[in-house]
């Protein structure tokens, strides 16, 4: 059964800088494509970051680009995101997932497993 397990998350000032890990189990790691979401009170969940399964290709949203990092630790069963520069539009739930396939993608449905979520809360 495959499980994620985001951490990482928590209260952070306007400008500062988290790093989200997700550690994955129960099916072969390196076989496939992660990605990050986030959903914020009263929004619809939405695309964040991907890597495919070596982190060889990586995508963002547009407008997160330049301040997030997607990577990935084939060895350890972890992905994580670096958020620098944080703002407070980017308090959301952040989840991870894991796609069915080895190449990224910001097509929410591609993914078959969610985690719980890790929350992130940016202040002024």
């Known amino acids: 059964q495959v499980q994620l397990v985001e951490s990482g998350g928590g209260l952070v000032q306007a400008g500062g800088s988290l790093r989200l890990s997700c550690a994955a189990s129960?099916?072969?790691?390196?076989?496939?494509?992660f990605g990050w979401f986030r959903q914020a009170p009263g929004k619809e969940r939405e695309f964040v970051a991907a890597?495919?399964?070596?982190?060889?290709?990586?995508m963002y949203a547009d407008s997160l680009k330049g301040r997030f990092t997607v990577s990935r630790d084939n060895a350890k069963n972890t992905v994580y995101l670096q958020m620098n520069s944080l703002k407070q539009e980017d308090t959301a739930e952040y989840y991870c997932?894991?796609?069915?396939?080895?190449?990224?993608?910001?097509?929410?449905?591609?993914?078959?497993?969610w985690g719980e979520g890790t929350q992130v809360s940016v202040s002024s």
């Open positions: 890597c495919d399964w070596n982190a060889r290709s990586t």
């Open positions: 129960g099916r072969t790691f390196s076989t496939y494509a």
């Open positions: 997932a894991e796609d069915r396939s080895a190449s990224a993608t910001k097509w929410i449905h591609a993914y078959d497993y």
